[in-house]
C-alpha cells in the first residue's frame, strides 16, 4: 500500500498548482487514530474538513497560506490554530492510503 506522502514526494509537474478534493472514497474508511478528513485545495486556499472520531462534530479549518490566516468553524483563529491544522494535515498525509482515497476534481470550463 502507498502512503498519500509518498506519491507526493514522487510527483514533479510544471504546474504546482492544484484544485480539487482529496478524501477517503468510502464512509467506512477511516485513518489509524479513527479520524477523518477530507482536504479541498485551491492553489494557495486550503479547506481541511476533520471528525476526529465516529460521532463526533466535524471541524472545518479554512487556511490562507500567503497570509498565514486560519479560520476555524467560521471563527478568526490564532497561531494555535495554524499548527494544530498544519499537524492533521501532516497526518493526513503520512498516513492515508493512495488506494483508500478519491480525488474530486472541479469541472473543466
Not at 477523518?36 to 481541511?48: C, E
Not at 479560520?71 to 492510503?97: C, I, M, N
Request: glycine share 6%.
Amino acid at each position: 500500500m502507498t502512503r498519500l506522502a509518498n506519491y507526493i514526494e514522487k510527483v514533479d509537474l510544471p504546474d504546482k498548482t492544484f484544485v480539487g478534493t482529496i478524501a477517503f472514497r468510502s464512509e467506512e474508511l477511516t485513518l489509524p487514530d479513527g479520524s477523518k478528513m477530507a482536504l479541498g485545495i485551491d492553489d494557495s486556499h486550503w479547506i481541511l474538513v476533520y471528525q476526529e472520531k465516529p460521532g463526533s462534530a466535524f471541524q472545518v479549518y479554512e487556511c490562507d497560506w500567503p497570509e498565514r490566516k486560519i479560520v476555524v468553524d467560521k471563527k478568526s483563529g490564532g497561531e494555535h490554530d495554524l499548527a494544530r491544522f498544519k499537524k492533521l494535515v501532516q497526518y493526513f498525509f503520512a498516513h492515508s492510503q493512495v488506494e483508500d482515497l478519491v480525488t474530486i476534481l472541479p469541472p473543466q470550463g
